[in-house]
């Protein structure tokens, strides 16, 4: 029980911090919104690290904080969180920087879709029934997530959500890389 506890504050806390900053940027007429990913702008590198914590408007916020809240609690699930987020949120802000197109990339959907791609890829990687049990909750709760893979408008940071999936997958490899490694 304790555990499940201790995984609820950890996604509340990053949401509240996601939403703080929110409220910050509605008050001062976006002034954050500037603080994104804008590709091989060496200048603009810190963006790595801002990007996902500022939103466009209420709208992106609350599509982004309802499957980060649910999909942070099944990758708590794995007890990677921390270590998922990490690689998610880092790898996908510096292949958006590296490969983005010219445009200020904002929002949490990389972490979200990095989530998913974790959850599916960790069914095959690191092969459970619990990981199984995950990924299909995924699946029958997110499995449109795949439409926002393939969604190239140009209001949408298409580079931010291959990214983060992309990042998923390549966290569940190494996270399962790692715990072989440490058994020989």
């Known amino acids: 029980m304790k555990r499940q506890i201790d995984g609820l504050k950890t996604i509340t806390v990053m949401l509240a911090v996601i939403w703080l900053i929110e409220i910050f940027n509605q008050f001062t007429n976006r002034s954050l919104n500037s603080f994104g990913v804008i590709p091989r702008n060496v200048d603009h590198a810190w963006g790595i690290l801002t990007a996902p914590l500022i939103h466009h408007n209420l709208a992106h916020i609350i599509g982004n904080s309802i499957p980060l809240f649910i999909l942070g609690i099944l990758v708590f699930q794995s007890r990677q ?102 058994r020989s």
């Not at 920087?97 to 949490?108: D, E, T, Y």
């Open 81 to 182: 969180l921390i270590k998922v987020t990490a690689i998610v949120y880092i790898g996908s802000g510096i292949l958006v920087w590296v490969f983005g197109r010219s445009a200020i990339h904002i929002g949490a959907s990389s972490v979200v879709l990095g989530y998913w791609g974790f959850l599916l890829a960790n069914a095959w990687f690191n092969r459970s029934l619990v990981n199984i049990l995950l990924a299909v909750i995924t699946i029958l709760v997110y499995g449109g997530m795949i439409f926002s893979l393939l969604d190239f408008r140009q209001f949408i940071s298409f580079e931010s959500h291959i990214a983060g999936f992309l990042c998923g997958i390549v966290a569940a490899y190494s996270l399962k890389h790692r715990r072989l490694s440490t």
